[in-house]
């Protein structure tokens, strides 16, 4: 995965109407463009302590910040202001629409820093900001495969291509299931151990079925047939059967694959002609929400054999010399 780099001018030309933003300076083209979902709050460079300054991060100026600007005497405010520049700057945003220092303004356009104002109040635009930085940063991929929302669950089918995961998952819709996206599937990490998949957006949901072409998802069976994105939480791989192949029976071991760095419960299921997969993939959604809830059934029914045994040796002791 590259890194991902964001332009403020990118990042003005899409949040400018959400954050409410307008531009003070001449130019959105910065000397750093914006490479971390982080924000930093500058006021101890002001103060000329430049340790620990993040000058890589965007800038934000509250109303703690200017107030202290403008106690200052015109030679001390335009040095505290150089102090802020004295390091290349992604951008800098003055929020609740704050009267601007106009030094602040002349050394912004002077080092061709973008120098933008919003009228939020700073600490929902620092969470608005950072929510959208966070989800513009998040570890992304795409992944070759048939995302499905089956009983809340989350099941992502994978497999060679042709083996049938565009038929299970429109089967699957027909029985009430939503469909997330087919063919491929963009999936961004939101969190250390959460997967979001979506459809491509120039796919939306829209299928092909072999034999029969594309068909639009949404408009055959209507707008709850769909969903936009799903927590993914169970990888269903599909392969063809073998009789060779050694196939879980039992369900103690649980195999998992990497998904960004996060790890996905998965199941492989051999496919034969007559196998209703469609039926087994909603017992597999409902399996894994009761392993959610602490209900495991592979390892109950193992307990239990153990326990029976355990009973039966005892009562065969007990019954060793009781010939009566």
């Known amino acids: 995965m590259q890194k991902k780099v964001l332009s403020v001018k990118e990042f ?32 101890l460079a002001l103060t000329g302590f430049m340790q620990n300054f ?31 520049f004295s390091m290349p700057l992604v951008c800098i945003i003055v929020t609740r629409q704050l009267e601007v220092p106009e030094d602040l303004v002349a050394l912004a356009t002077k080092r061709g820093v973008p120098l933008l104002r919003t009228s939020m109040f700073t600490t929902p635009f620092i969470h608005e900001l950072t929510k959208y930085l966070d989800e ?18 989350g099941l992502l089918f994978t497999g060679r291509s042709g083996i049938g995961k565009s038929e299970i998952a429109l089967d699957l819709v027909e029985r009430g299931h939503r469909l997330v996206g087919d063919d491929t599937v963009e999936v961004i990490r939101k969190a250390d151990d959460i997967i979001i998949g979506r459809g491509q957006e120039h796919l939306q949901h829209f299928m092909e ?8 998802v949404q408009e055959l069976f209507g707008i709850r047939a769909i969903r936009v994105q799903k927590r993914l ?5 599909l392969e063809q059967w073998d009789s060779k192949t050694h196939w879980e029976r039992e369900g103690l071991t649980e195999r998992h694959t990497t998904i960004l760095g996060v790890e996905i419960p998965q199941i492989v299921l051999p496919l034969y002609p007559g196998k209703n997969i469609t039926v087994i993939s909603e017992v597999i959604a409902m399996n894994h929400m009761l ?25 065969r002791h007990y019954l060793r010399y009781d010939t009566e």
């Open 233 to 237: 939480e169970v990888e269903v791989h």
């Open 209 to 216: 079925i072999r034999g029969i072409g594309i068909i639009n």
């Open 12 to 43: 003005f030309e899409a949040k400018n109407d959400v954050f409410a933003l307008e531009t003070l300076g001449d130019s959105l083209e910065g000397p750093l463009p914006i490479i971390a979902p982080d924000i930093h709050r500058p006021g």
């Open 136 to 153: 513009v940063f998040a570890p992304s991929d795409v992944v070759h495969g048939t995302f499905v929302d089956v009983y809340g669950v």
């Open 54 to 84: 993040l000058n890589e991060r965007i800038q934000i100026l509250g109303e703690t910040e200017i107030l202290y600007l403008n106690t200052r005497n015109s030679g001390e405010r335009r040095r505290d202001i150089e102090n802020l």
């Open 291 to 315: 392993k959610v809830y602490g209900i495991n059934a592979a390892e109950r029914f193992n307990r239990m054999l153990i326990d029976q045994m355990e009973s039966d040796r005892q009562t």
